[in-house]
């Protein structure tokens, strides 16, 4: 960190609506190159904005920027027009967007986006644009270059496009990087991944990153200061240490308090609700003109399980190790082979009808809820459509008192039943999608990465219902997510996955302290969880 003048300083940056409302109200910013440098707060909390102030990216008609100064480097953008801010971004202010599948072009190869930003900025010829994109592919670890220069956002990883991302974002030697969540929703492997990646390419360039984010765990092993933000206002700037050990501003405190604390250890059930015995899912390859069977990707292999009723299963891994997959062969929804026992029933030998009758004891919430949700149908309506399936003999009213009820039981109003999915905040969204697995009082509730894409003080309280209606329905939990800390808030046992095998499979108070297997320890230490201090620590105090 130079202590000399810094590479941006922003005073009294305001953002306000063309109807006069303010969305920024006097933000004051100094970044020093060099140093990594935490956004962090709630939705809403004006991060992003911030973001897009500072690159003039927010269009004209939303809203327009004020500040009192605003210096980078030798500009002066106190009164620069767009052209003096179009011809910074991209070239000495590189930005990494927080949904990489929205902000790059599906109709132009992953070459030809990053080409462009060279060929505008640097004014090369295409073929020394494209030596250097394969130079830029080659550095952050898209490999063969040549063959990803070719694809398409479509054709790659989540994570492989948030590497895209990162080398637009880089290709022109920005001197200052902001990176808007350019983690969140990845597999906690290639998340620690895009971290290295980052850190490597910041300290070669010598190079600011200004980095956004909810998750406390990267703030705190990854940055060297933080600002924290709420509804539009700077409410504290820290170092990190001091931040997480005296944090100054109550609401930094109410957010370090959302912290997942591990579940206690409970007493185990005599008699599992559900219990698997070397459950295999194959999933065929067909190819040609007569669609025949080419190849089979065996997805779940010998699996052996059990899941216990008021109790909570974990099961964590990569993307592609086989969760999901094996999460919808236990409720039948896909074929698979093995036994399947409900409550002392095997469901394999059960028809598709017999298997209808069983469905309304086994319910699923979604990762996104936005996606999951009807955005044409009413909460009322969304709610009560499982009791038509299951209930059919209920009346009207006995309906809608039921309706009532579940959306109680979730923490939200009876009056929000006649509103719409795009009414509601993402944590809202997830306790309608609750109420509706509940409604049909079911004994299994599978939750796939239902916290994933939730702010930290939102899902811990979402933690906190889970915990609440297992413990009033007795409810069992088969809880899928890359979060090792909010499985090990939320779990009794966890299920260690890799390329369809089990690998671990403990106590959830043990998985974190005792031996391991090797991809279970990779796994904790790409979580940033300490095994010996972190799990039983609060970040007020960290090691």
Request: glycine share 4%; aromatic share 4%; charged share 20%.
């Amino acid at each position: 960190m130079s202590a000399s003048s810094p590479l941006l300083s922003v005073r009294n940056l305001r953002l306000t609506t063309p109807q006069h409302k303010a969305i920024l109200k006097g933000i004051d910013i100094t970044l020093h190159s060099g140093e990594t440098v935490a956004l962090v707060g709630e939705s809403g909390s004006g991060k992003t904005a911030t973001a897009l102030s500072l690159t003039n990216l927010f269009p004209r008609h939303a809203a327009r920027t004020h500040f009192d100064s605003y210096r980078f480097a030798q500009h002066d953008l106190s009164h620069a027009d767009e052209g003096r801010f179009r011809a910074l971004r991209g070239k000495h202010i590189g930005m990494i967007f927080q949904e990489p599948m929205n902000a790059l072009n599906p109709l132009h190869t992953i070459g030809q986006q990053i080409s462009e930003s060279l060929m505008l900025h640097q004014l090369i010829t295409p073929y020394k644009a494209l030596t250097r994109t394969h130079e830029l592919l080659e550095s952050v670890g898209l490999t063969p270059v040549a063959m990803r220069a070719r694809q398409f956002p479509h054709q790659l990883s989540g994570g492989q496009r948030q590497r895209v991302m990162i080398a637009i974002a880089l290709a022109n030697h920005p001197r200052l990087l902001i990176a808007d969540e350019p983690t969140t929703a990845l597999d906690v492997t290639i998340q620690q991944q895009i971290l290295d990646l980052l850190s490597r390419l910041q300290k070669s360039l010598n190079m600011t990153l200004l980095l956004i984010t909810h998750d406390l765990s990267i703030v705190r092993n990854v940055c060297q200061r933080a600002y924290v933000m709420k509804e539009g206002a700077v409410v504290e700037e820290a170092p990190i240490r001091q931040l997480f050990t005296n944090p100054r501003h109550p609401y930094s405190r109410h957010l370090l308090s959302c912290w997942p604390t591990p579940l206690p250890q409970r007493a185990p059930q005599p008699e599992p609700i559900l219990h698997a015995r070397n459950l295999d899912v194959h999933f065929p390859i067909k190819s040609g003109l007569l669609r025949r069977t080419t190849q089979t990707i065996h997805a779940v292999k010998n699996m052996t399980l059990s899941l216990y009723a008021g109790r909570s299963l974990g099961i964590v891994g990569e993307s592609g190790c086989g969760k999901t997959s094996l999460a919808r062969a236990l409720l039948r929804l896909i074929p698979s082979s093995g036994d399947i026992i409900f409550e002392s029933t095997n469901l394999r030998r059960l028809s598709s009808a017999q298997m209808r009758a069983v469905r309304r004891h086994m319910q699923i919430v979604f990762q996104d809820p936005f996606t999951s949700l009807n955005p044409r149908l009413s909460v009322h309506q969304i709610i009560a459509e499982g009791l038509a399936i299951h209930a059919p003999q209920l009346s009207a009213t006995e309906r809608d008192q039921r309706v009532e009820q579940s959306l109680k039981d979730v923490g939200l109003k009876a009056e929000m039943r006649l509103r719409y999915p795009h009414e509601f905040s993402g944590g809202e969204r997830q306790r309608i999608a609750i109420a509706r697995a509940l409604i049909v009082k079911p004994r299994i509730i599978v939750l796939d990465e239902p916290t994933s894409a939730l702010d930290l003080s939102v899902q811990a309280q979402i933690i906190a219902l889970l915990l609440n209606l297992q413990k009033q329905h007795n409810l069992a939990y088969l809880f899928i997510s890359h979060d090792l800390r909010v499985v090990r808030a939320l779990t009794d046992d966890i299920i260690v996955m890799k390329d369809g095998h089990l690998i671990d499979y403990q106590k959830s108070h043990q998985l974190f302290t005792s031996e391991q297997h090797a991809y279970t320890r990779s796994l904790i230490k790409a979580a940033m969880l300490n095994p010996d201090t972190d799990a039983t620590t609060n970040p007020h105090n960290p090691a």
